[in-house]
């Protein structure tokens, strides 16, 4: 039997402080912002009785944000526990409240796959900056990784390493090779951290085609295939990011990141996109890479080529482009003269 | 003592209101902006000799700084780490944590720093030969490049050799190949940390490697 604890909450705001801190307060353990600040003016006051240790440290670590501090009292037994009179208050701390515990309060906030969710249940945290793939692979289920992407994983998970298709990665500097992970004997947790700085998006596919900018693949399911594809000469060699696309198609979670923020945008007609900032669009969007406006638009108004989608359908795009930082980190760059 | 941990988990910064007669030390360079009353003093990292081997092994600077309030009312401090990342606070209550070296940013002046063997296997996994205990009472601040996600550890868990911030002292550490000599080679995992025991461990969502290995394609 595990140890439990009454939580006791202790703080020493001012009231302009307490009604600020009561907002995050009533979120988070999802009551009334009126009753938490209540409850804020009345402590040092026990807030929650029989928690868990575990418990007690996601409380502990979400309060902490809002400068209130707690105790834990250790509790007797069980008993002790149902015979005590209620506590003030009986917060539920939901699951969203919990995951979210451990980021800064401005993020974007931890997206838990639903439960009626088809593919593998995951969530993404750390949102939207560093944005991190936790997926739980059921029993004798295998999930696609991006080669050294995987940052954590339980140790009944196997890794397996298999050629992706297509040569074409050599060409991109990429990796040729793509990481299998297989739960062994029950479900495992694998953690992917992508490389870039970013958001990260989910798409369950069923059987429709979802196109992939070449570096933004994070991860997939066993019956996704990712091929690389040749955009043609000239879509590729003006689209900004590579000459390749990645094609994404069959039936399962699909799971790809951004740099910077990510937008989701619907198209029906036509839409421009600057060509660094495409990350993914579905199947059935045409597109073809022109110039805004004339040649003395190209040259001077330092947007160059765009991609003009046309069709109906959707668009990933993101916020920033890896030129751009290039462009504006590359002077500071120490630089070694070749030859 | 009051302090805030603000700007999210892309460029956290923390605030810090010292009471008089309070003070707290910093890793140099950590000030970005302070009260005009507070006292800065650049101290030696506990010792001559205790300062070269934390610069040099503990991936810590030879210099702290300690920030003093002498005046009669409270005085604010401002404090960020180099990397882009996220900053994390624990309150120490006679426990101790372990962090990888680079992580320290600031503590109360009642916690103790001090430098721990963590041996080879921590080394050839490329988390330092030593690493960073702090332990006593008081608040300790640290952060690394990426958010930070505490898991709880129950047992045994993975972690990507790079990705490791801090533990607790009940967690050990083992190192082993990601998967076969073939697929440890080309699937570009390598060596992972093996973590054994029961406790935090706080893992850091984004890795330098992963950046390099992102940008160094599209530089010609």
Redesign the interface.
């Known amino acids: 039997m595990t140890a439990l604890f009454n939580i006791r909450m202790h703080h020493s705001l001012d009231a302009a402080q307490i009604s600020e801190a009561a907002v995050h307060f009533a979120k988070l353990f999802k009551i009334e912002p009126e009753k938490a600040e209540q409850l804020l003016h009345k402590a040092p006051v026990v807030i929650r009785k029989g928690a868990s240790e575990e418990m007690a440290g996601k409380i502990g670590t979400a309060l902490q944000k809002l400068g209130i501090t707690i105790s834990l009292e250790p509790v007797a037994d069980a008993a002790a526990t149902a015979a005590a009179p209620a506590p003030v208050a009986a917060p539920e701390a939901t699951p969203e409240a919990e995951q979210s515990a451990g980021h800064a309060v401005n993020d974007g906030g931890t997206v838990v796959s639903p439960p009626d969710h088809p593919g593998y249940p995951f969530r993404i945290e750390g949102r939207p900056d560093f944005s991190f793939l936790t997926v739980m692979v059921p029993g004798e289920q295998m999930l696609k990784v991006e080669a050294s992407a995987m940052a954590t994983m339980d140790t009944n998970v196997e890794m397996k390493t298999k050629m992706r298709g297509g040569l074409s990665r050599l060409l991109t500097g990429e990796s040729i090779f793509i990481n299998e992970f297989h739960a062994r004997g029950g479900a495992g947790e694998v953690g992917v951290a992508p490389g870039a700085p970013g958001d990260m998006g989910h798409v369950y596919l069923d059987g429709n085609v979802i196109y992939l900018q070449n570096s933004a693949f994070v991860a997939c399911g066993p019956k996704v295939e990712i091929e690389t594809k040749w955009q043609g000469l000239t879509k590729g060699f003006f689209s900004g990011e590579s000459l390749f696309l990645i094609r994404a198609v069959g039936q399962g979670d699909l799971w790809f990141n951004t740099y910077g923020a990510m937008i989701e945008i619907d198209v029906d007609g036509e839409y421009v996109v600057d060509t660094g900032n495409i990350v993914a669009f579905t199947e059935g969007l045409e597109y073809k890479v022109s110039k805004v406006g004339g040649y003395k638009s190209l040259f001077f108004s330092g947007e160059g080529f765009v991609c003009r989608f046309s069709g109906k359908g959707k668009v990933w795009i993101q916020t920033r482009g890896v030129q751009a930082l290039l462009t504006w980190v590359h002077p500071f760059r120490p630089v070694k003269k070749r030859g | 003592m009051?302090a805030?941990?603000?700007?999210?988990?892309?460029f956290?910064y923390v605030e810090i209101d010292l009471e008089p007669g309070e003070s707290v030390i910093t890793e140099s360079d950590a000030m970005s902006s302070m009260d005009a009353r507070l006292e800065l003093k650049a101290i030696l990292n506990g010792g001559f000799w205790r300062a070269l081997l934390r610069k040099f092994l503990g991936g810590e600077t030879f210099f702290v700084s300690r920030f003093s309030n002498q005046t009669d009312s409270k005085a604010r401090l401002t404090i960020v780490q180099p990397t882009?990342?996220?900053v994390k606070?624990e309150?120490l209550n006679g426990g101790s944590l372990f962090l990888q070296p680079g992580a320290f940013l600031a503590c109360e002046e009642t916690v103790s720093l001090g430098l721990q063997w963590a041996g080879l296997v921590s080394w050839i996994a490329g988390e330092g030969l030593f690493r960073l205990v702090v332990s006593g009472q008081g608040k300790v601040w640290y952060g690394a490049y990426?958010?930070?996600?505490?898991?709880?550890i129950d047992?045994?868990?993975?972690?990507?050799s790079g990705?490791l911030v801090a533990y607790d002292p009940t967690i050990k550490l083992r190192l082993q190949l990601?998967?076969g000599l073939?697929?440890s080679f080309?699937?570009?995992?390598g060596l992972v940390t093996?973590v054994q025991g029961k406790g935090?461990v706080v893992?850091q969502?984004?890795?330098i490697?992963?950046?390099t290995?992102?940008?160094?394609?599209?530089?010609y």
Do not use: M, Y
């Not at chain 2, 805030?4 to 892309?10: D, L, T």
């Open positions: 009051q805030e941990i603000k700007g999210g988990s892309a956290s882009p990342g996220e606070c309150e990426g958010a930070l996600l505490t898991r709880e047992g045994e868990f993975i972690v990507d990705h990601a998967a073939f697929s080309f699937g570009g995992e093996r935090r893992i969502t984004r890795s490697g992963g950046l290995s992102w940008v160094n394609p599209k530089l």
